[in-house]
């Protein structure tokens, strides 16, 4: 009977990561030009406006701007997901894999699940911790699920998270932190280790979601 193994998974995953550097790492860099972009220049800029007698002007741009970032940063997460699954499968991806969900719907969804997730994991962390775990744990893959069933809803999608991750949640929880030492490990490598800890934590999570859904097929 095969297992999920957190040291397989993360075996995998790192010849994965460098099977295919050139996609992974030059998304991780785009997202953080993006980033460094929009600290540097837009705030900056909209705070100038703001203190100025160009208030309302201001306003404007800052709102729009917020909206073309957050807009921008969720179809490259999209993009992200889609790649470590596309990996995880031994389907090679491309840069332009990256920009596949672009779509208002696919934005939307993205930002619905994410706050629906959130929202139900403070409620439980309100009630008691391990509840407020245990729903995260249960979501976990609900983007994953969306990116992989593009046509599935915010709901549909968090039900597939619940569905594969039943009988597997203690081990999902080893596998976050398995993912969290990683991050940490790359930032303490003076911040240039986070090259390689955030592309593979993608692809972790890619062939963990990959192999759950195997699971519950057979």
Known sequence: MEKFSIR??????????FKYPGTFFATIIFLGVISSLYQLLLEP????????DQ?????????????????????????????????SRNIEPTFNDV????????????????????????????ALIVP??????????SVYAYVDNPNLGV??????????????????LLL???????????LFAFGVGIIIAEPLTWIILGHAYTKLSSLHSQ
Do not use: C, D
Request: glycine residues 8%; aromatic residues 10%.
């Open 155 to 172: 709901w549909e999608s968090m039900t597939k998270s619940r569905h594969i991750t039943k009988g597997y949640r203690w081990k999902l």
């Open 45 to 52: 800029t909209i705070g100038n406006l703001l203190q100025s």
């Open 8 to 17: 397989e998974i993360v075996r995998k995953s790192w010849e994965t990561l």
């Open 55 to 87: 208030f309302i002007i201001g306003i404007i741009v800052g709102t729009l701007s917020a909206i073309s970032y957050v807009a921008l940063i969720a179809i490259v997460k999209l993009g992200m997901i889609k790649i470590s699954l596309m990996a």
């Open 176 to 186: 976050v932190m398995v993912v969290g030492a990683i991050k940490i490990a790359g």
């Open 99 to 126: 920009f596949s969900f672009r779509l208002l719907r696919n934005i939307l969804v993205y930002i619905g699940v994410n706050l629906l997730v959130i929202s139900l994991a403070l409620l439980g962390y309100v």
């Open 132 to 141: 407020g775990v245990i729903v995260q744990l249960a979501f976990l893959f």
